[in-house]
């Protein structure tokens, strides 16, 4: 873990709306004055209601989303700093994979690439050798409990819980500094997903700074070091997980 305090990312003053062209161009608040910066090797845990602005937040730094207003610091591997608010979608791609990842509770669709192929691509996306990255993806289906007998099949015909853990390998391959995860294990069974959160707890370890969303208490009582509360896209309450899970409501961890 870097020890030198120095954040991987600082957001400020983030406001997001949404304008609904087809309901009479009324215009949905879901981000409000959302400040808060991370570290590297930090795991943070956004918590909060159905509608509350989580997923909004992890999209608006992945930049799938444009932030109405606010900066979005984000310092780079090579020590440069950016505004992700700021950049050109061009820029966006180039940080995205091995500066920033984002995991959602689906797997990206490719349905005529094979198990093995799809995750190792991925390292391969991100600077690994096709051997390192072949080597390092069975390691990881191995640890997510996908028998081999499925490496070679085409993720389509994958059930909801297989594609969900090819999903969390490819995302966890050589990993990027900031990983953005959005309910990644909301399909697993108890044992599958305690399989997927050990692979998770190791990110930390690594040095890699993550920002994710789990409907699920002991996801975040393991995992999480902090626990960010929203409530109707705002900031409600932000520090330590030993000190902010006592308060939680169970409808900030229920889907
Ligand atoms: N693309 C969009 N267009 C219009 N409104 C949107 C869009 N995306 C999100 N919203 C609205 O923003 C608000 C926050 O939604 P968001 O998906 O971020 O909530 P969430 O905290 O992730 O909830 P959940 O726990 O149910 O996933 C909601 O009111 C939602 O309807
Ligand atoms: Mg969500």
């Given at each position: 873990m870097d020890t030198t305090l120095q954040p991987i990312l600082e957001a400020s003053g983030l406001a997001k709306s949404f304008t609904?062209?087809?309901?009479?161009?009324r215009t949905v608040s879901a981000l409000h004055d959302i400040s808060f910066a991370v570290q590297p090797g930090e795991h943070v845990t956004l918590a909060g209601s159905?509608?509350?602005?989580k997923s909004t937040l992890l999209r608006v730094l992945y930049r799938t989303y444009r932030v109405s207003t606010g900066s979005i610091k984000f310092h780079l591997r090579s020590g440069r700093v950016v505004d992700i608010a700021q950049l050109t979608d061009v820029e966006i791609l180039a940080l995205r994979g091995r500066e920033i990842g984002y995991v959602s509770q689906f797997l990206a669709a490719q349905p005529r690439r094979s198990v093995l192929d799809l995750v190792s691509r991925a390292g391969v996306s991100r600077g690994m050798s096709r051997t390192d990255a072949r080597e390092m993806a069975a390691l990881s289906l191995r640890r997510l409990n996908i028998t081999e007998a499925l490496w070679d099949v085409h993720t389509a015909v994958l059930s909801g819980g297989e594609k969900q853990r090819v999903n969390i390998a490819a995302g966890l391959i050589?990993?990027?500094r900031l990983l953005l995860l959005d309910?990644?294990?909301?399909?697993?069974d108890p044992e599958n997903r305690a399989r997927a959160i050990d692979l998770i707890a190791d990110l930390a370890d690594a040095g890699v700074a993550v920002l994710a969303v789990f409907h699920d208490l002991d996801a975040i009582s393991r995992l999480a070091t902090r626990v960010i509360r929203m409530a109707h896209g705002r900031i409600i309450d932000d520090g330590p997980a030993a000190e902010v899970l006592p308060f939680l409501q169970p409808s900030d961890v229920q889907p």
């Open positions: 609904l062209h087809n309901i009479d161009g159905s509608g509350a602005g050589s990993p990027p309910e990644p294990v909301s399909a697993l």
